[in-house]
């Protein structure tokens, strides 16, 4: 993994404003959801019948890799539907915009979930299977789009299988992107939780970066919280991060977003400055999630980064924190990944 050496990080200038848009590796696609199909009823026929449809197999919030978890081009290991014994649900993900490998671009791609004893005769080996948390920043535009789509797609279904009105069983439609009460008829859609995770800077040009109770002592990464009901963005900027830092933050500018899907989160990212007109510095943890602040110099994180937990690279959080730093940084995580 390239970096800068610490003795020469702090002479590392920011080449883009703090304003400028995030370049994420989860926000990434060569997916044409195609949506208007999902409502066809022989769908799932007509896709089976085509030679090139691909399938994504997920069990238990993981997938298969071509290679090895650390290869510095890690794929997704899609399979033809004749592969495919049986399954829980499934799920038309779309066709893709590009081709890769021997897949021509227009392939059509189906997730399908897995119980445990039909991931084991797809692959009895269970260290094959990975969860892509920590890993899957290298995964090319196809493979991302498909990932973060199909295990969103599968971790929803996998809690919403009971009507939350009256708590009937619920039957897939749709092509798998509706779920039916079998008693009422009630729809239930696929869910997304909206948070905002943001980087907070002060007037010394520092950043501020906490630190959960239930993490290493050396694990630090910017703050986040859900959007709360009838919220805006910005105000849940400004709520979250007095509330679990006791700072006062004004100009939020939002950044980027990206698919979070464990289970089925979308993250968005701000940065934003402590309120000259309340610059109190005395940080006060929530004492809930956050037990630990600190403001970092670009000086102390380059000298620090390399003993420190960082988030992965695959997370958004990363993104905003070299972003502001103004390159890559080593972390411990990398070593530990």
């Not at 696609?29 to 022989?42: F, G, I, N, W």
């Not at 919403?160 to 897939?172: A, L, M, P, V, W």
């Not at 403001?295 to 937990?309: G, H, I, P, V, Y």
């Amino acid at each position: 993994m390239s970096g800068p050496e610490a003795g020469t990080a702090t002479r590392i200038k920011t080449e883009a404003p703090m304003n400028a848009p995030l370049n994420l590796p989860l926000a990434r696609s060569a997916v044409d959801r195609d949506y208007l199909s999902r409502l066809k009823p022989e769908l799932l026929a007509e896709l089976i019948a085509e030679p090139t449809t691909m399938v994504l197999p997920v069990f238990d919030g993981k997938v298969l890799l071509q290679g090895e978890l650390h290869h510095p081009d890690p794929a997704l290991k899609l399979f033809a539907f004749k592969q495919i014994d049986n399954f829980e649900f499934w799920a038309y993900l779309g066709r893709t915009t590009e081709a890769q490998n021997e897949q021509p671009k227009g392939s059509a791609v189906i997730m399908v979930s897995l119980t445990r004893e039909q991931a084991a005769g797809l692959e009895p080996n269970v260290a094959a299977w990975h969860v892509l948390r920590r890993t899957g920043g290298g995964l090319s535009d196809r493979d991302s789009g498909i990932y973060v789509q199909g295990l969103a797609l599968a971790n929803w279904h996998q809690s919403h299988q009971h009507c939350s009105k009256c708590g009937s069983e619920t039957q897939i439609t749709q092509a798998g992107w509706v779920r039916v009460c079998s008693r009422d008829g009630n729809s239930l859609f696929p869910r997304t939780d909206p948070a905002v995770i943001v980087a907070v800077i002060d007037q010394q040009d520092r950043i501020l970066l906490g630190s959960q109770g239930v993490w290493e002592d050396n694990r630090w990464s910017v703050l986040a919280g859900f959007v709360e009901p009838g919220e805006s963005l910005n105000a849940a900027v400004i709520r979250e991060m007095h509330e679990e830092a006791g700072v006062h933050v004004v100009d939020p500018h939002y950044l980027g977003s990206q698919s979070w899907p464990f289970p089925y989160s979308l993250m968005m990212g701000f940065s934003a400055t402590i309120d000259p007109a309340r610059p109190e510095i005395d940080l006060v943890p929530d004492g809930d999630e956050i037990e630990k602040l600190r403001w970092f110099s670009r000086a102390e994180l380059a000298a620090e980064a390399k003993n420190m937990l960082l988030p992965g690279r695959i997370t958004i959080a990363r993104s905003l924190i070299e972003h502001w730093y103004g390159g890559l940084l080593e972390s411990a995580s990398e070593a530990k990944a």
